[in-house]
C-alpha cells in the first residue's frame, strides 16, 4: 500500500471507485442488475459475491443481498482469506445492515470491521475514516446522537489530513455532519456544512448527479421545518426530474422526495397533493426488507400527522399504530421515530377525549427526547404543545401556561439563531 504524504490534489486520491461502490453510491441499471438475477451455477470467491450483492444494494434489494454478503464472510473465514478481504466482507455486510435497520447487528458487524481495518492500515487512514463514516450513521438511527458527532468528527479530522477543504472527497463527510446537525435541531451549523460541501459537489459531481440531488433533497427537508417553503420548493424542482429519470416516476427511492413536497402542499392549504403524495409513498414502500423499516414508519407518521390536520382521528389512531408496530418489529431501535409517533397519537387521543391515555403517551415521547436531546430541540417543543393543548381541554390553565411560554422559549431560540442567515438571503 502507497504511504499518504501531505494534502495535495495529485497525492490526496485513493481508489475512488471502490469507495464509491463499498459505500452504496454506485448507481447501476436494472440491465446489469438483471444479468445478475440468473442462479450462479458456479462457485464464486468472496469478491464476486459481494459484487452479485452490490449489484441488488444498488437499487434497494437489500434482503435479496443479504445471503450473497453472509455467504462471502463465511467464506472468508473458513478459507482463511487475506484480512483485508475478511475486512471488506464485514463492512459491506455492516452497510447492508445498517440500511435494513438491523442497527444491533449492524453495529457489531462494522465494529469488528473496524478494528480489523485498523490493525490492515492505521487508525489515521482514508479507508477508516469511511467506515468511521457507516458507524456514524448506525449511532444516528440509533438515536445516539453525542456518539455519532464524535465518530464522524474523527473521520473528518482523518480526511482532512489527506484533503484539501474544497476537496471532493471531503464533501460527502461535511453533507453527513450537516444531516447530524439537522437531526438535532442545529439548523444554522447544519446549513453551514451544507453550503460548504454543495459549490463542491455540484462542480465536481456536477448539477444532474444523483448524489447532487440526493443533498438538495436533504437541504430540502432542512427548510421546511423554518417555513422557508419557496426555497425548499425551487430545490426539489431541480431534483425530482433527475430522479424520476433514472429510477422511474414510481420509485421508493423517490419517498424522501415526496415527504417534503406533500410537507410543503400542506402548509400551502394544498391537501389533496398533499394526501396523493402520502399514499403514493406507503405504496411504494411496501416492501419493507427492500426499502427499509424506518421509510415505512416516516411515511406512516407523516400520514397520521396529515389526518389529524384533516381532522380524521380514527384514521390518524390507524396509521400511528402501524408506524408504532414497524418501530417495535424492526431489529434496532430508533427512540426519536417513536417519540414523534407518540406525539401524534397523543394528539389524536386529546381529540378523542382520552386524556389519560394522551398524558400517559406525552410523558413518554418527552423522556424519550429529553434524554437524546438538548432542552431546546424542536421536537421537545412539539411535545410540550401537545401537553398545552391537552391542559386546556382539562381546564389545567396555569399548567398550560407554564407549558406554552417554554415551547414558545424554544421557538424564539430557534428563530433568533436563525436571524442571521435570514437576513443574509434576504
Known amino acids: 500500500?502507497?504511504?499518504?504524504?501531505?494534502?495535495?490534489?495529485?497525492?490526496?486520491?485513493?481508489?475512488?471507485?471502490?469507495?464509491?461502490?463499498?459505500?452504496?453510491?454506485?448507481?447501476?441499471?436494472?440491465?446489469?442488475?438483471?444479468?445478475?438475477?440468473?442462479?450462479?451455477?458456479?462457485?464464486?470467491?468472496?469478491?464476486?459475491?459481494?459484487?452479485?450483492?452490490?449489484?441488488?444494494?444498488?437499487?434497494?434489494?437489500?434482503?435479496?443481498?443479504?445471503?450473497?454478503?453472509?455467504?462471502?464472510?463465511?467464506?472468508?473465514?473458513?478459507?482463511?482469506?487475506?484480512?483485508?478481504?475478511?475486512?471488506?466482507?464485514?463492512?459491506?455486510?455492516?452497510?447492508?445492515?445498517?440500511?435494513?435497520?438491523?442497527?444491533?447487528?449492524?453495529?457489531?458487524?462494522?465494529?469488528?470491521?473496524?478494528?480489523?481495518?485498523?490493525?490492515?492500515?492505521?487508525?489515521?487512514?482514508?479507508?477508516?475514516?469511511?467506515?468511521?463514516?457507516?458507524?456514524?450513521?448506525?449511532?444516528?438511527?440509533?438515536?445516539?446522537?453525542?456518539?455519532?458527532?464524535?465518530?464522524?468528527?474523527?473521520?473528518?479530522?482523518?480526511?482532512?489530513?489527506?484533503?484539501?477543504?474544497?476537496?471532493?472527497?471531503?464533501?460527502?463527510?461535511?453533507?453527513?455532519?450537516?444531516?447530524?446537525?439537522?437531526?438535532?435541531?442545529?439548523?444554522?451549523?447544519?446549513?453551514?456544512?451544507?453550503?460548504?460541501?454543495?459549490?463542491?459537489?455540484?462542480?465536481?459531481?456536477?448539477?444532474?448527479?444523483?448524489?447532487?440531488?440526493?443533498?438538495?433533497?436533504?437541504?430540502?427537508?432542512?427548510?421546511?421545518?423554518?417555513?422557508?417553503?419557496?426555497?425548499?420548493?425551487?430545490?426539489?424542482?431541480?431534483?425530482?426530474?433527475?430522479?424520476?429519470?433514472?429510477y422511474g416516476p414510481d420509485h421508493r427511492f423517490l419517498v424522501p422526495l415526496w415527504l417534503v413536497m406533500s410537507s410543503i402542499y400542506e402548509a400551502r392549504g394544498d391537501m389533496v397533493n398533499a394526501k396523493k403524495l402520502l399514499e403514493k409513498s406507503l405504496a411504494a414502500v411496501g416492501n419493507p426488507a427492500d426499502s427499509g423499516h424506518m421509510v415505512e414508519c416516516d411515511v406512516l407518521s407523516r400520514l397520521g400527522q396529515f389526518y389529524i390536520s384533516s381532522k380524521k382521528y380514527n384514521r390518524a389512531e390507524d396509521v400511528l399504530q402501524r408506524a408504532l408496530e414497524v418501530l417495535e418489529n424492526s431489529n434496532g431501535a430508533d427512540s426519536e421515530r417513536e417519540a414523534v409517533a407518540l406525539n401524534s397519537l397523543a394528539k389524536v387521543y386529546i381529540n378523542q377525549g382520552k386524556y389519560s391515555e394522551a398524558q400517559s403517551l406525552c410523558l413518554r415521547a418527552l423522556d424519550i427526547l429529553e434524554n437524546i436531546f438538548d432542552e431546546y430541540h424542536p421536537n421537545v417543543a412539539d411535545v410540550l404543545e401537545t401537553q398545552v393543548q391537552l391542559n386546556r381541554e382539562t381546564g389545567n390553565m396555569a399548567e398550560a401556561a407554564r407549558l406554552q411560554q417554554r415551547a414558545e422559549e424554544i421557538r424564539v431560540r430557534k428563530r433568533v439563531a436563525y436571524a442571521p442567515i435570514a437576513q443574509a438571503v434576504e
Open 1 to 246: 500500500m502507497a504511504r499518504f504524504g501531505a494534502p495535495s490534489r495529485s497525492r490526496r486520491k485513493l481508489n475512488s471507485t471502490f469507495l464509491l461502490i463499498f459505500f452504496g453510491s454506485l448507481v447501476l441499471s436494472t440491465g446489469v442488475a438483471g444479468a445478475w438475477a440468473a442462479p450462479a451455477k458456479m462457485s464464486h470467491s468472496c469478491g464476486s459475491l459481494r459484487s452479485m450483492a452490490r449489484v441488488y444494494m444498488a437499487s434497494g434489494g437489500y434482503e435479496k443481498a443479504r445471503p450473497f454478503l453472509e455467504r462471502a464472510l463465511n467464506l472468508a473465514k473458513k478459507t482463511n482469506a487475506s484480512d483485508s478481504e475478511v475486512c471488506a466482507c464485514m463492512l459491506d455486510l455492516a452497510y447492508l445492515y445498517k440500511n435494513q435497520g438491523k442497527l444491533a447487528e449492524a453495529e457489531t458487524t462494522c465494529r469488528s470491521g473496524l478494528e480489523l481495518q485498523e490493525k490492515l492500515y492505521s487508525q489515521s487512514h482514508p479507508y477508516v475514516a469511511y467506515t468511521l463514516r457507516i458507524l456514524s450513521e448506525i449511532y444516528q438511527k440509533q438515536s445516539r446522537y453525542q456518539e455519532a458527532v464524535e465518530t464522524l468528527d474523527r473521520a473528518i479530522t482523518v480526511m482532512r489530513e489527506y484533503n484539501l477543504e474544497d476537496d471532493p472527497d471531503l464533501a460527502p463527510f461535511k453533507v453527513d455532519m450537516a444531516r447530524l446537525l439537522a437531526a438535532q435541531g442545529d439548523y444554522v451549523n447544519a446549513e453551514s456544512y451544507f453550503k460548504k460541501a454543495i459549490a463542491t459537489i455540484e462542480n465536481n459531481y456536477g448539477p444532474d448527479h444523483l448524489y447532487t440531488t440526493r443533498v438538495l433533497c436533504s437541504i430540502a427537508a432542512l427548510y421546511v421545518p423554518q417555513e422557508r417553503y419557496a426555497e425548499a420548493e425551487e430545490l426539489i424542482s431541480r431534483a425530482l426530474p433527475i430522479q424520476q429519470q433514472i
